[in-house]
């Protein structure tokens, strides 16, 4: 229910913290909440949703005896991810706003970020980026490189400058006509900007503090996962074009274990011509190996051997037409005799313009 001061009405909002060993942190956190909720006259609640820490979570909440805070211990699919996607669906409010339990993200900018979606925004990111914003001195070089990164791999989704922000909020309505909501990891506001098409988006500038207690639970294994992310996304977003992309990617991957084998067989002095033939066809098994299980998912599930014979023999064909391609450029352009890799280059795309069909339809096609 909404909430009327003398100068506005304020939706009310469900605020979804998910935390794993964090119970250190929920007394300070809830209490600048609070703070904020007698402030504003907003409607709070707020949604511990819990991976079944076992470090007292339970105690300190029921302690507190506020009848706004809930709390939810998940024992199944655990993960940040997935604890986020149940707040979601326990929430009651107008509001939906996510945010970390370790004081990094300020609750005080809560009004603010409310502020930004009655202006007309989709989507409001509490952001270290955005004019205004900043991280803790000691922040460090590897968190800062790591965090760019992170955010220029998610450029082909969207323009915001931090949307690796877990400190988010957008109107519950939205989900109702998003696309099903599937995120791997930990960055699951990615995934509603992109799921739920939002075009207006906004960033309220914040300072992001060091966690107040406990460790981090970002580790190699989260990054690695934001990367299996980042190619769901892709694909949901972008289709073929994303299958075309990755399907490149490994044929280029392709090449290079081409080159290795063939070097390797020239330390060892064997016949070039038996080293050539062996690269090839490791090279292929590579390709065929690394589509299966990224670019065409999906296929693996069906039998494997019909898909390797399938694979081999249409590659088999690609690397004719490219060789085809090549002969009938330079035979109709002799100029290209004196640029014979324009020539090669154009025998390549065609190959892989008929293998990427031939894996796509036909060998990896959806049964």
Same mark, same amino acid.
């Given at each position: 229910?909404?909430?009327?001061?003398?100068?506005?009405?304020? #939706?009310?909002?469900?605020?979804?913290?998910?935390?794993?060993?964090?119970?250190?942190?929920?007394?300070?956190?809830?209490?600048?909440? $609070?703070?904020? =909720?007698?402030?504003?006259?907003?409607?709070?609640?707020?949604?511990?949703?819990?991976?079944?820490?076992?470090?007292?979570?339970?105690?300190?909440?029921?302690?507190?005896?506020?009848?706004?805070?809930?709390?939810?211990?998940?024992?199944?699919?655990?993960?940040?991810?997935?604890?986020?996607?149940?707040?979601?669906?326990?929430?009651?409010?107008?509001?939906?706003?996510?945010?970390?339990?370790?004081?990094?993200?300020? #609750?005080?900018?809560?009004?603010?970020?409310?502020?930004?979606?009655?202006?007309?925004?989709?989507?409001?990111?509490?952001?270290?980026?955005? #004019?205004?914003?900043?991280?803790?001195?000691?922040?460090?070089?590897?968190?800062?490189?790591?965090?760019?990164?992170?955010?220029?791999?998610?450029?082909?989704?969207?323009?915001?400058?931090?949307?690796?922000?877990?400190?988010?909020?957008?109107?519950?309505?939205?989900?109702?006509?998003?696309?099903?909501?599937?995120?791997?990891?930990?960055?699951?506001?990615?995934?509603? %900007?992109?799921?739920?098409?939002?075009?207006?988006?906004?960033?309220?500038?914040?300072?992001?503090?060091?966690?107040?207690?406990?460790?981090?639970?970002?580790?190699?294994?989260?990054?690695?996962?934001?990367?299996?992310?980042?190619? =769901?996304?892709?694909?949901?977003?972008?289709?073929?074009?994303?299958?075309?992309?990755?399907?490149?990617?490994?044929?280029?991957?392709?090449?290079?274990?081409?080159?290795?084998?063939?070097?390797?067989?020239?330390?060892?002095?064997?016949?070039?011509?038996?080293?050539?033939?062996?690269?090839?066809?490791?090279?292929?098994?590579?390709?065929?190996?690394?589509? =299966?299980?990224?670019?065409?998912?999906?296929?693996?599930?069906?039998?494997?051997?019909?898909?390797?014979?399938?694979?081999?023999?249409?590659?088999? %064909?690609?690397?004719?037409?490219?060789?085809?391609?090549?002969?009938?450029?330079?035979?109709?352009?002799?100029?290209?005799?004196?640029?014979?890799?324009?020539?090669?280059?154009?025998?390549?795309?065609?190959?892989?313009?008929?293998?990427? $069909?031939?894996?796509?339809?036909?060998?990896?096609?959806?049964?």
């Amino acid at each position: 229910m909404a909430v009327e001061s003398p100068q506005r009405v304020w #939706p009310s909002v469900s605020v979804i913290v998910p935390t794993y060993r964090e119970a250190e942190n929920l007394p300070a956190l809830i209490e600048r909440i $609070g703070a904020v =909720r007698a402030a504003s006259g907003l409607d709070i609640e707020v949604l511990i949703m819990d991976d079944d820490s076992r470090d007292g979570t339970v105690e300190v909440v029921a302690g507190l005896a506020l009848d706004w805070v809930r709390l939810c211990v998940r024992t199944r699919d655990r993960g940040l991810s997935a604890a986020v996607m149940d707040g979601f669906k326990a929430a009651s409010h107008d509001v939906l706003l996510v945010m970390d339990a370790d004081l990094s993200h300020p #609750p005080e900018k809560i009004p603010e970020m409310l502020q930004a979606l009655e202006a007309g925004a989709d989507f409001v990111i509490g952001s270290r980026y955005a #004019p205004g914003g900043s991280t803790a001195e000691d922040w460090g070089l590897f968190r800062w490189v790591n965090s760019k990164v992170a955010t220029l791999l998610a450029r082909p989704f969207t323009t915001v400058r931090d949307p690796m922000s877990g400190f988010f909020a957008f109107r519950r309505q939205a989900l109702e006509m998003a696309a099903p909501l599937n995120p791997v990891g930990y960055k699951i506001g990615l995934e509603v %900007i992109v799921k739920c098409g939002f075009a207006k988006t906004a960033e309220v500038p914040i300072h992001f503090s060091d966690r107040f207690k406990g460790e981090s639970k970002l580790n190699l294994k989260e990054q690695l996962r934001y990367l299996q992310h980042l190619r =769901r996304l892709a694909v949901f977003k972008y289709g073929d074009l994303a299958h075309f992309a990755q399907f490149a990617i490994v044929g280029a991957t392709g090449t290079i274990v081409n080159l290795a084998v063939v070097t390797l067989f020239w330390l060892l002095d064997i016949d070039a011509k038996i080293g050539v033939a062996v690269a090839i066809g490791v090279a292929m098994l590579s390709n065929f190996v690394l589509n =299966r299980q990224f670019t065409f998912s999906y296929a693996r599930r069906d039998p494997l051997l019909p898909q390797l014979v399938g694979f081999l023999a249409g590659s088999s %064909i690609g690397a004719v037409i490219n060789y085809a391609v090549v002969l009938g450029l330079l035979n109709r352009f002799p100029a290209l005799e004196a640029f014979p890799q324009a020539a090669a280059f154009a025998g390549i795309l065609a190959g892989l313009v008929f293998n990427y $069909g031939v894996s796509r339809y036909i060998v990896f096609r959806k049964s």
